[in-house]
């Protein structure tokens, strides 16, 4: 089967495998802010519309000096990018030729964009079901690598690695000169948005990626950031083209970083949603990942693989992420986000419906 690479395309999901198309799709395949975006993007929409007819600033000064405020860091040491899709590509090109360790399962386009560069790919896999990262699992790996990609909070688990743990990947990938990429796209999801930014003046070999696409729910928009020693952004940038960020973009940016309480709203919302579905889950007998953020793992225990269920969402009008691409889960999981109460209400009565069929095979 050709299933989507990613997220947040129902549709192609339902040509391929044979789907007719119901009136109505909830996706709960694209792992974003139920919220949407702030209300101030849509005040200011037309104000942000004008600097179409300009070229944007290459360096996103403002948007810049408010990120390095925020995390109290150098406005040097972060470069922004048309989304961490772009920032990724731009890693993976930086990194041509060397030898890559990715953490998995977790997001694709880590393995894409080096062997893209002619990297050569190895991986450590998690232990399927509590998905812990343990230093002393990963060490002999790490002298071999030139570089680490770990997501964190991961992706597709939603899971947030220990403290420890990244922390003594980073200083022992440091004494092996050895590059920590850190992914932490949906940190701002987390209650208390444990970041290792700050680690990045101490260990001039730790880049660390961000995404204000996730939280703020503007994918469409594509903007990101990322955070390292400035000769690392140096290096990085030189293969960046010009005016990489649109000036929408870059206004938007600016209006999300001032959007007040809208973070901490969000934030208490999904929490609480997530502790509503995942005690129904735990009462019907699913099973799922310890989830932190918006979106988790899901699995009918009693399926190896989950297309069937896939198939019987979409047939109901709700779209999952499959897992066939992610490494090491093979279909036997799926993915979904957490969405407004409503959606998820719906969600619930659809696996009821699930459960009940089964059990009258």
């Known amino acids: 089967m050709n299933m989507p690479l990613h997220g947040s395309n129902p549709h192609s999901l339902y040509k391929t495998l044979n789907i007719d198309l119901p009136r109505q799709i909830c996706d709960f395949s694209a792992n974003i802010n139920p919220f949407?975006?702030?209300?101030?993007?849509k005040e200011k929409w037309n104000e942000m519309f004008t600097k179409i007819i300009d070229y944007p600033d290459p360096e996103g000064a403002q948007l810049v000096s408010l990120l390095a405020a925020q995390d109290d860091l150098a406005e040097n040491s972060i470069l922004l990018g048309n989304g961490g899709a772009e920032l990724i590509a731009l890693i993976g090109r930086w990194l041509a030729g060397k030898r890559i360790l990715i953490i998995e399962p977790s997001f694709c386009e880590?393995?894409?964009?080096?062997?893209?560069?002619?990297?050569?790919?190895?991986?450590?896999?998690?232990?399927?079901?509590?998905?812990?990262?343990?230093?002393?699992?990963?060490?002999?790996?790490?002298?071999?690598?030139?570089?680490?990609?770990?997501?964190?909070?991961?992706?597709?688990?939603?899971?947030?690695?220990?403290?420890?743990?990244?922390?003594?990947?980073?200083?022992?990938?440091?004494?092996?000169?050895?590059?920590?990429?850190i992914d932490e796209a949906f940190y701002h999801f987390l209650e208390d948005e444990a970041s290792f930014v700050s680690f990045v003046k101490d260990f001039p070999n730790l880049l660390i990626l961000r995404s204000l696409t996730k939280i703020y729910s503007i994918p469409g928009l594509r903007l990101g950031y990322l955070i390292a020693d400035h000769e690392l952004i140096r290096k990085v940038s030189l293969f960046q083209p010009h005016w990489s960020?649109?000036?929408?973009?870059?206004?938007?940016?600016?209006?999300?970083?001032?959007?007040?309480?809208?973070?901490?709203?969000?934030?208490?919302?999904?929490?609480?949603?997530?502790?509503?579905?995942?005690?129904?889950?735990k009462e019907s007998g699913y099973r799922f990942s310890d989830s932190c953020v918006n979106f988790y793992l899901l699995q009918d225990p009693f399926l190896n693989d989950q297309l069937s269920l896939l198939k019987f969402l979409l047939?109901?009008?709700?779209?999952?992420?499959?897992?066939?691409?992610?490494?090491?889960?093979?279909?036997?999981?799926?993915?979904?986000?957490?969405?407004?109460?409503?959606?998820?209400?719906?969600?619930m009565e659809v696996l009821k419906e699930w459960r009940q069929v089964q059990s009258s095979l």
Not at 253 to 260: A, D, F, I, Y
Request: some cysteine.
């Open 36 to 41: 949407g975006p702030p209300p101030a993007l």
């Open 110 to 181: 880590y393995e894409t964009a080096c062997r893209a560069s002619g990297c050569t790919i190895i991986h450590h896999f998690l232990e399927e079901g509590n998905w812990d990262l343990h230093v002393e699992h990963v060490l002999h790996k790490l002298n071999w690598a030139d570089a680490v990609f770990i997501c964190n909070p991961n992706n597709p688990t939603g899971q947030s690695f220990s403290r420890t743990a990244i922390q003594g990947i980073v200083e022992e990938s440091f004494k092996m000169n050895t590059f920590v990429i």
């Open 245 to 281: 960020v649109n000036s929408v973009a870059l206004a938007a940016g600016v209006e999300c970083l001032n959007s007040g309480p809208f973070l901490t709203d969000s934030r208490k919302y999904i929490e609480a949603e997530r502790r509503r579905l995942f005690h129904f889950y």
């Open 315 to 347: 047939e109901q009008g709700i779209a999952a992420r499959h897992t066939y691409n992610f490494k090491g889960l093979h279909g036997r999981w799926l993915r979904l986000a957490v969405k407004r109460t409503g959606d998820n209400d719906r969600l």
